[in-house]
Every structure is written in structure tokens, then in C-alpha cells.
């Protein structure tokens, strides 16, 4: 079975200022998407940014990057220029050949003055 | 820019009770599915659902639980006899028809609670 640790339970940042939170997962599959969500404390769900395992270049959104390291089975999650709004928790996620997203235990960021 | 919708926002039962939840999935979407989120847990994934059918689903899935599209546009989730450790958020989410692993847009959540 596929599992997704972030080991960061919690991070803060000072506005403007460079993040970056971790996300490691282990699965037997070649063929696999990754992604990260935001959940602000309104509790929706929102897609920050998706990578496909079988493309070596790192996804990029605006402001969010991330570092894939497929050996190393690493996703980690770079905000730059941290604005107060993105103050959530972050979840990495998986999904492989079944559609299913398993999830980390989240990271909650803090973005402070 | 098209969004899925559930309801209620807010549920609150009697323990033994049957519960449905709602939502309205992304209208040119076919892949479905639900997940929970127990306070301060993660997400985690309860059944997919394509061309009117269960693709796959959890341990937590058992037989209380229940899906069903019965029109259109509805996607249910169906708790028969509500237990207290069902209280959570319940998120649909839906994707697009172009695959798997395509984003899965989820809905605003439902929040449970059981008494």
C-alpha cells in the first residue's frame, strides 16, 4: 500500500519570506501523480499543484514550486514571497493506478507580519 | 469557474440514524468520490465511483455505507445507522473524463455530528 508522511506538523514563515514544506511517500508503482492541496480554515480543499512522476521537470505554479526527487521518492513544496492568505494547512497526496488520493497528516503553515 | 457543491453544510444526527449527504458534481465530470476527515486528521479516501458503478473502496467503506447517483447531476453518500465515531467532514470531489489521475475538484465538505 502507498503511504505519504510530511514529518512537519507545523511551519510558519514571515510574509514575503521563502517556504518550503516536505512530503515523502513510498509505492511499488512507476506510474503515479503527486499533488498538493491547500485547506484553509474554511475547510475546503483547494489543488495547489500537481506533478506527474514521469515527467523529470518540477511543476511550477505562480508562486509555488516543487522539488521532485523520484529516487529518493521526495515532493516537497516551495512557497516564495508568502503572502498572509496562504496561511492553511497543506496535505500531500498521492494517486497511482487507482484513482484514489491517499494523503499526508498535513502541514499547517503559519505566515506571520 | 465550475465548482462542486455539497449539502448540507452542517449535519447534525442522532446516533443510530440514517444520514444522507449531497453533492453536485462538476457537470461534464465522471470519475466521484468521497472522503473524510475526522478533527484534526488527514483525509482519507472512502469509495470512487464511475459510469454508475463503485471503482474501489476503503476499509471504512462497510456495509452502513452507500453511494448512488440517482440522476444527473446528484452524487450521494448514505450512512444507514449512524455511529458516534462517524462525526467528521465529508468531502466529494469529482474529475474530469479524460483518465485517471486527472485533479480531483473537491466540494466545500460537509461537516457531521453525531449525537
Known amino acids: 500500500a502507498q503511504t505519504v508522511t510530511q514529518s512537519q506538523p507545523e511551519m510558519s514563515v514571515q510574509e514575503a519570506e521563502t517556504v518550503t514544506l516536505s512530503c515523502t511517500y513510498d509505492?511499488?508503482?512507476?506510474?503515479?501523480?503527486l499533488f498538493w492541496y491547500k485547506q484553509p480554515p474554511s475547510r475546503q480543499m483547494i489543488l495547489v499543484i500537481r506533478q506527474e512522476a514521469y515527467k523529470q521537470q518540477n511543476a511550477t505554479e505562480n508562486r509555488f514550486s516543487v522539488n521532485f526527487q523520484k529516487a529518493a521518492k521526495s515532493f516537497s513544496l516551495k512557497i516564495s514571497d508568502s503572502q498572509l492568505g496562504d496561511a492553511a494547512m497543506y496535505f500531500c497526496a498521492y494517486a497511482g493506478t487507482a484513482s484514489k488520493l491517499t494523503f499526508g497528516t498535513g502541514t499547517r503553515l503559519q505566515v506571520t507580519l | 469557474e465550475p465548482e462542486v457543491t455539497q449539502t448540507p453544510s452542517h449535519q447534525v444526527t442522532q446516533m443510530g440514524q440514517e444520514v444522507i449527504l449531497r453533492c453536485v458534481p462538476i457537470s461534464n465530470h465522471l470519475y466521484f468520490y468521497w472522503y473524510r476527515q475526522i478533527l484534526g486528521q488527514k483525509v482519507e479516501f472512502l469509495v470512487s465511483f464511475y459510469n454508475n458503478e463503485i471503482s474501489e473502496k476503503s476499509e471504512i467503506f462497510d456495509d452502513q455505507f452507500s453511494v448512488e447517483r440517482p440522476d444527473g447531476s446528484n452524487f450521494t453518500l448514505k450512512i444507514r445507522s449512524t455511529k458516534l465515531e462517524d462525526s467528521a467532514m465529508y468531502f466529494c470531489?469529482?474529475?474530469?473524463?479524460?483518465?485517471?489521475?486527472?485533479?480531483?475538484?473537491f466540494g466545500d465538505g460537509t461537516r457531521l455530528s453525531i449525537l
Open positions: 509505492t511499488s508503482e512507476s506510474d503515479y501523480y
Open positions: 470531489a469529482s474529475s474530469e473524463p479524460t483518465g485517471v489521475n486527472q485533479p480531483q475538484h
